[in-house]
């Protein structure tokens, strides 16, 4: 009896993305990390009007039960993001790392074009629990690189999302 | 039980064909995990007091027919969803969105935004009032029209039953020409978008009212 999904289309800019969306935490926090990237589709243009959230664990690794999404106060920690894309396909999150051996980030994208969203894990590069992490193990290994993040600098990292294509990122059937 | 979801690719909605996923999705060893499974909290001091009203966002009443919109979120097994954020966003009763990229030809109303959100009670029930949306052109084929609909997305107890969707008015005209609705292959799948005239829910001398729950998925898990 499940509701069926309808595409997000084109015009969600006015309503579902809100000034400290991509905030998850503010960006002069000294724990602040950076996740930014874009989004292609399979002719390889980015996409100026997608809309991704993120979800994650906090630094202790437990899924936070935080009010504060949508109103953030700076201090609480809601684990919960969203950005719509630029005009170039651009999107970021200012978050905190998630603990764990293995730490990851969730992230749907939704988009014109996309009857029902795509689901994906952001990893993180360098981590030691990667190599022997289930999912990732579970991928082909020549798609793999899609699901980690690449290190720009200390606190920044890039995570470019290919919906199609030779180098398509690895998306989830949850 | 059949998948009630459209596939990506559905070529006659020609803007699936170069974001479509080509790859199979991937099944995570193990399933979905603990993040996955859970999802955000909001508080109702996040949220406005007239949120859910989108007739009274500006001041004066926007033009068109008002009506009230309500019913409940459920999870896959019928049981309510409460404390869940509920968010609408819609084109006013010409058929035109305050969205910059929208370039039909229709005016704007300068009462209405057409975007409204609430939490829903301890029942799962949400409710918004509203004006009834315009059918609109766009250009995906020639002499293309959307049937009226009004934009929603539901969060659930899970990342993973996170559903964007939309929501129809009963006996459209549009339904049989329109390939995004029409990108739902179950015809008992498709009916489940189309709303209810409700006596009921419609309050004398004021507005009509439309009953359309929302059923949420079953996780991978659930369904083992």
Redesign the interface.
């Known amino acids: 009896m499940t509701t069926p999904s309808q595409t997000v289309g084109p015009f969600f800019g006015y309503a579902l993305p809100y000034g400290d969306g991509p905030r998850v935490v503010p960006e002069w926090r000294p724990d602040a990390i950076r996740i930014h990237g874009t989004v292609f589709d399979g002719a390889g243009e980015p996409l100026p009007d997608a809309l991704l959230e993120i979800w994650q664990a906090g630094p202790d690794g437990e899924v936070p039960r935080a009010v504060g999404a949508l109103a953030r106060d700076g201090h609480d920690f809601a684990g919960f993001g969203r950005c719509g894309t630029d005009a170039a396909g651009h999107y970021w999150f200012s978050t905190l790392k998630p603990g764990g051996p293995t730490p990851y980030i969730a992230l749907l994208v939704f988009a014109r074009g996309l009857l029902k969203p795509v689901i994906t894990r952001i990893y993180f590069p360098g981590e030691p629990g990667n190599a022997g992490d289930p999912v990732l193990a579970g991928v082909p290994a020549e798609r793999r690189d899609t699901l980690v993040a690449v290190r720009e600098h200390d606190r920044s990292y890039r995570f470019d999302v290919h919906l199609q294509g030779g180098q398509e990122t690895v998306f989830f059937a949850v | 039980m059949s998948d ?5 690719l ?1 070529p006659a ?1 020609q ?9 199979p ?8 995990d ?3 499974l ?6 109702h ?3 406005g007091t007239l949120d859910n009203d989108l007739t009274r966002q500006h001041r004066g009443e926007p033009l068109g027919e008002r009506i009230v919109v309500t019913g409940r979120v459920l999870d ?1 097994s ?1 049981r309510p969803v409460p404390n869940t ?1 509920v ?3 819609q ?1 006013n009763a010409a058929g035109r ?6 370039q039909h030809p229709a005016p704007l109303d300068p009462n209405f ?3 409204g959100r609430c939490l829903t009670d301890d029942e799962g029930r949400y409710r918004f009032v509203t004006i009834k949306p315009g059918a609109y052109p766009w250009r995906n084929h020639h002499n293309a029209w959307r049937p009226a609909h009004i ?1 929603f ?1 539901v969060f659930g107890t899970a ?2 039953q ?5 929501m129809y008015f009963p006996g459209d005209p549009l339904f049989a020409f329109d390939p ?2 029409g ?2 292959a179950d015809e008992k ?2 009916e ?2 189309i709303s209810r005239l409700d006596m009921d829910t419609t309050v004398p001398e004021w507005a009509l009212g439309y009953q359309w ?8 898990t659930e369904d083992s």
């Open positions: 009630p979801h459209p596939p990506y559905h909605y803007s699936t064909a170069l974001r479509a996923p080509s790859q999705l991937i099944m995570p060893a193990y399933g979905p603990a993040v996955e859970s999802s955000p909290v909001f508080g001091a996040e949220l896959a019928g954020l968010e609408v966003w084109a969105y305050i969205h910059a990229r929208d935004t057409g975007a934009h997305s990342f993973t996170r559903l964007v969707t939309q995004i609705f990108s739902i799948a498709k489940r978008l729950d929302i059923v949420l998925g079953a996780t991978p």
